[in-house]
């Protein structure tokens, strides 16, 4: 089992930054993937950045240039930083792990933006 707990969320003004981070305990070994999605009332999760254990990464086209994804190995962390935030990035963000083959999911942090 992996126990994910994120934290970092809270409310900011459109053009702040924000910084989530999510730190994985238990069975940490094998995880080969971490990253964070989001949800909105009525809409479907989405991915908003990944990394690998090899430090790759990848980003939701509305997020590149703002947003920056990091992974702490040894802490077996991984963060989000979020700059120039919009009120279109206000919504639950839920820290995963992938530690084959299960997907793992924290509980959700929320980002609100205001205008």
């Known amino acids: 089992q992996v126990h994910l707990v994120e934290s970092g969320g809270g409310l900011v003004q459109a053009g702040g930054s924000l910084r989530l981070s999510c730190a994985a305990f238990g069975s940490v070994f094998s995880i080969n993937a971490m990253g964070w999605y989001r949800q909105t009332p009525g809409k479907e999760r989405e991915l908003v950045a990944g990394?690998?254990?090899?430090?790759?990464?990848n980003y939701t086209d509305s997020v590149k240039g703002r947003f920056t994804i990091s992974r702490d190995t040894a802490k077996n962390t991984v963060y989000l930083q979020m700059n120039s935030l919009r009120p279109e990035d206000t919504a639950v963000y839920y820290c995963?792990?992938?530690?084959?083959?299960?997907?793992?999911w924290g509980k959700g942090t929320l980002v609100t933006v205001s205008s």
């Open positions: 990394i690998t254990s090899g430090g790759s990464a």
């Open positions: 995963y792990a992938v530690r084959p083959p299960v997907n793992y």
